[in-house]
C-alpha cells in the first residue's frame, strides 16, 4: 500500500512558477513509478509527467515540456513537479499518483495509488 499526501498548488499568474510536492507512506514507494496527472474542468484526467522508480527516466506530455519538471527523492518518500512558465491552460486539478506494477507510465489505469488532487490556477 502507498499512501500519497500532495501539497502546494494555488492561485498563481501567468508565467509564474510554482511547484508541487507528493508525499508518500508505505513501504513500496521506492519501487513505484510515479506520475503527475490534471483535470481541467469538463476534460477527463491527463498525463503531465511521470518519472521511473529510480529517477533515471522522465517523462513529460508536449504541452509541458521545457516547462515542467518530474523529481523524486526516495530517502525523503517525495515526489516533486516543479512548474515554470506557468499558462492559463495549465490551470487544473493536479493529481499525484503511483504505479507499483508494470503498464503504461504514461497512461492512467496502470496507476493503483492517488493522491487527493490540489487546484492549480494561472491567471492571465
Known amino acids: 500500500q502507498v499512501q500519497l499526501v500532495q501539497s502546494g498548488g494555488g492561485l498563481v499568474q501567468a508565467g509564474g512558477s510554482l511547484r508541487l510536492s507528493c508525499a508518500a507512506s508505505?513501504?513500496?514507494?521506492?519501487?513505484?513509478?510515479m506520475g503527475w496527472f490534471r483535470q481541467a474542468p469538463g476534460r477527463e484526467r491527463e498525463f503531465v509527467a511521470g518519472?521511473?522508480?529510480?529517477?533515471?527516466?522522465?517523462y513529460y506530455v508536449d504541452s509541458v515540456k521545457g516547462r515542467f519538471t518530474i523529481s523524486r527523492d526516495n530517502a525523503k518518500n517525495m515526489v516533486y513537479l516543479q512548474m515554470n512558465s506557468l499558462k492559463p491552460e495549465d490551470t487544473a486539478v493536479y493529481y499525484c499518483?503511483?504505479?507499483?506494477?508494470?503498464?503504461?507510465?504514461?497512461?492512467?489505469?496502470?496507476?493503483?495509488?492517488w493522491g487527493q488532487g490540489t487546484q492549480l490556477t494561472v491567471s492571465s
Open positions: 499518483a503511483a504505479k507499483s506494477g508494470s503498464g503504461s507510465r504514461i497512461e492512467l489505469k496502470p496507476y493503483d495509488y
Open positions: 508505505g513501504r513500496t514507494f521506492s519501487g513505484c513509478d
Open positions: 518519472i521511473t522508480w529510480s529517477g533515471y527516466r522522465t
